[in-house]
């Protein structure tokens, strides 16, 4: 699932490298908010999942393990 994750986080942001940059996304502000529009619709059709809109906060996508989190939640 992680390397899923990954996958679509390079595709958005494919001059990070995201096996060094795990955490701190948003902190950093390697993520904004329009990369957070399109990870979240990539990892929806990905994983086959809706994520509810209260589950989109910053916080959800400020590292890959948050991100493995949220979508175990829907699983």
Request: a positive charge.
């Amino acid at each position: 699932m992680e390397n899923k994750i990954i996958k679509i986080l390079k595709k958005t942001k494919p001059n990070i490298n995201f096996l060094k940059n795990k955490k701190d996304l948003i902190k950093k502000s390697i993520l904004d908010s329009f990369d957070l529009v399109t990870i979240i619709s990539e990892i929806e059709k990905a994983f086959n999942i809706n994520i509810k809109a209260n589950d989109i906060i910053a916080k959800n996508f400020d590292s890959i393990s948050k991100i493995v989190k949220l979508v175990k939640k829907y699983i």
